[in-house]
């Protein structure tokens, strides 16, 4: 079957386009198709095979069994996974597609339930079921870069009928939703190993300390509390627990801005002179959200001081910060909807932050780094990048509405990076020194705010 389809797509005279040439690790062009493949494998290897952190979190496994079905499937189970697997996908190494095994479900369960037998017989998935294609699949920035991509793996569809049969023997997972008065019952489950924190501001702190003292690693919302002072107390009490406690500044794991960090980290602006970061809201927060939100530096400035600080890679020198309320409904609430913040650092390298609670036209994002070798710009994302040009010029779509729609892959990646945290395949980037440091900033804005006068901040 595996020839018939690959004399097909020869015949058909289906071929691949060009491949897009890529630089080596530290940006030099590479020039032939040998030096792409090396400088991709060099690539995915070194992305594949990190070396685990030196002193790995201890988890406990769990003290009891989940209700797993160990005995070998039956061909009415392999006939549902085949079923449920997707069409129109692309084929894996051995070039079958789903259309193929879903053309007669039986005869396939009856070819593959030998497979399965073999396997749960001898305990040992045969290799070719384990193979597959590393695609590389392009993100947004740089595409001569290759971490501006991600990879997947095409597995074999026999193999992928593996994985779905019996999904639960795969995760091993049993998914329970239990209502939040019910935090004792999720605490005291011995099979789960972390906790997740995305509840209103006011509840982190006590949430922190429950999970921790349940032994749970944590990750959790900005911010874990609302004063420097207890968010140390956070971190002492991880560190007592030898736990891993990830606070959750996204925007770091953002493609573009993580671009923008390594490109800068490398040397290719220089020295650093400005940096600027504009972020205005779309749409305007509900009224109930803001007025529980501790305000708009708390809530929103914190993470492009986060993004300045991890930029720079120093503790700033001082801070300034002027604002208004142009909404009536956030001024009664004692806050400002409109701000501008001036950090300056000891390189002499000056941070600038604009940022409004609405903006019209969308969630407006925008980013620079300036130094004396050049600029690196993040301008907005849009859902399209499709331009139309008529009689009367040319136009393009709107950004992204909010910041779900804007950051929805920086929320993803921080949660691998949790979980890789947890797995010990690394130690997190976001340290206890860094999510101080973003909110004793914040604490001097307000400071700055009430006096009107530029903040120094201790060394």
């Known amino acids: 079957m595996k020839d018939l389809y690959a004399t097909t797509k020869k015949l058909s005279r289906k071929y691949s386009k060009a491949e897009r040439p890529v630089k080596e690790k530290y940006g030099r062009p590479i020039i032939g198709k040998e030096g792409q493949r090396r400088r991709w494998v060099q690539h995915f290897e070194e992305l594949l095979n990190r070396p685990a952190p030196h002193n790995p979190p201890d988890i406990p496994p769990a003290d009891r069994t989940l209700p797993i079905d160990c005995n070998k499937p039956t061909k009415e189970e392999i006939c549902n996974a085949i079923r449920q697997l997707k069409k129109g996908n692309a084929a894996g190494s051995d070039n079958i597609p789903v259309e193929a095994l879903n053309a007669d479900v039986e005869t396939t369960a009856e070819m593959l339930y030998s497979l399965f037998k073999k396997i749960w017989e001898e305990e040992q998935v045969p290799s070719e079921e384990k193979e597959g294609y590393l695609i590389k699949i392009p993100k947004k920035g740089d595409l001569s870069s290759c971490a501006n991509y991600r990879g997947i793996t095409l597995l074999s569809i026999s193999g992928k009928a593996v994985q779905q049969n019996r999904p639960e023997q795969n995760r091993g997972l049993n998914t ?10 999720v605490l005291n489950d011995a099979s789960l190993h972390a906790c997740v924190i995305a509840t209103p501001t006011k509840t982190h702190e006590s949430l922190v300390f429950a999970s921790l003292e349940a032994g ?22 991880a560190k007592k627990r030898n736990l891993p406690l990830v606070c959750s500044f996204n925007r770091r794991f953002d493609p573009g801005l993580r671009e923008i960090y390594t490109r800068t980290k490398s040397g290719e602006v220089g020295q650093v002179q400005m940096a600027k970061l504009t972020s205005r809201d779309s749409p305007l927060p509900p009224l109930e959200y803001l007025k529980i939100s501790n305000g708009i530096y708390h809530d929103c400035a914190v993470h492009d001081l986060d993004v300045l600080t991890w930029i720079y890679g120093e503790r700033p020198l001082s801070v300034y910060t002027t604002a208004h309320s142009f909404i009536k409904e956030i001024e009664a609430m004692n806050d400002v909807d409109t701000l501008a913040i001036v950090l300056k650092f000891p390189s002499g390298g000056i941070g600038l932050i604009d940022i409004s609670r609405f ?14 070798k050049g600029m690196l710009v993040q301008h907005n994302y849009k859902p399209s990048n499709v331009e139309f040009s008529g009689q009367n010029g040319s136009s393009t779509g ?62």
């Open 359 to 372: 903006a019209c036209f969308g969630y407006d994002q925008r980013f620079e780094v300036f130094g004396d």
């Open 176 to 185: 329970k939703v239990v209502h939040s008065k019910d935090i004792k019952t």
């Open 398 to 459: 709107r950004i992204y509405h909010s910041f779900p729609d804007r950051y929805a892959e920086s929320y993803i990646k921080a949660l691998d990076h949790f979980v890789d945290v947890i797995q010990g395949k690394c130690t997190t980037e976001i340290t206890k020194e860094s999510t101080l440091l973003a909110s004793e900033i914040v604490e001097a804005c307000e400071r700055s705010l009430e006096t009107g006068q530029a903040v120094l901040l201790p060394p």
């Open 216 to 237: 749970k690693a944590v990750f959790c919302e900005k911010p874990l509390a609302n004063s420097v002072e207890a968010i140390a107390k956070c971190y002492d009490e």
